[in-house]
């Protein structure tokens, strides 16, 4: 069996970064020295802490592929994210699985802390749309897969059709669920 790998770049012997699909860890080598910052791991890793009020932890590979299977998981930064792939791709500690129940708001002018992350603005009836001002921040898959779960929305605004929730989410406007 031929193993597919893709060099994604080299700078100098320590910087090589190599991916191939079939490691764990999406395409990333495991990597577990000790650590209390993100800067003391190799590039492109991250210091990992068993939880959320640790002081340290260890390297982790940041993941270069993740699927878009919908399983969410709450972030150390109070953002909930599509799967725990999408998590340790931008770096965060596990607070714990499921959404994220006292999370990051947004909404107003005010944006998530981690910037890759949307404002899920999303209600259940088109009646609430003028209430959907202040939403909780959702880190999500680089592509919104088909069909993701929750339903389909459609623009507040009007005039739009429905979209997947994934999809709703990463527009960080308000939508309703399609009826």
């Known amino acids: 069996m031929v193993a597919a790998v893709l060099v994604l770049g080299a ?4 910087d090589i970064l190599v991916a191939q699909a079939d490691m764990p860890d999406g395409g990333r080598p495991m990597h577990d020295e000790p650590c209390t910052l993100d800067s003391e791991c190799r590039p492109m890793d991250y210091c990992e802490r068993s939880d959320c009020t ?6 982790r590979p940041r993941p270069l592929f993740c699927d878009g299977a919908a399983s969410p998981v709450c972030g150390c930064n109070g953002v909930t ?3 725990d792939c999408v998590r340790r791709a931008a770096g965060q500690s596990l ?3 499921g959404e994220c129940t006292a999370g990051a708001t947004c909404g107003g002018g005010q944006g998530c802390p981690d910037p890759r992350a949307s404002c899920n603005l999303l209600v259940d009836e088109a009646s609430s749309c003028g209430r959907a001002t202040v939403g909780r921040c959702w880190g999500l898959p680089r592509e919104c897969p088909p069909g ?7 623009p507040c605004s009007g005039g739009g059709m429905c979209v997947s929730s994934c999809d709703a989410i990463r527009s960080g406007q308000a939508h309703a669920r399609c009826q």
Do not use: I
Request: proline residues 9%.
């Open 148 to 154: 993701s779960p929750g339903g389909t929305f459609s």
């Open 81 to 83: 994210y599509w799967n």
């Open 95 to 97: 607070s714990g699985d």
């Open 11 to 14: 700078c100098g012997p320590r």
């Open 54 to 59: 640790a002081v340290s932890g260890r390297c």
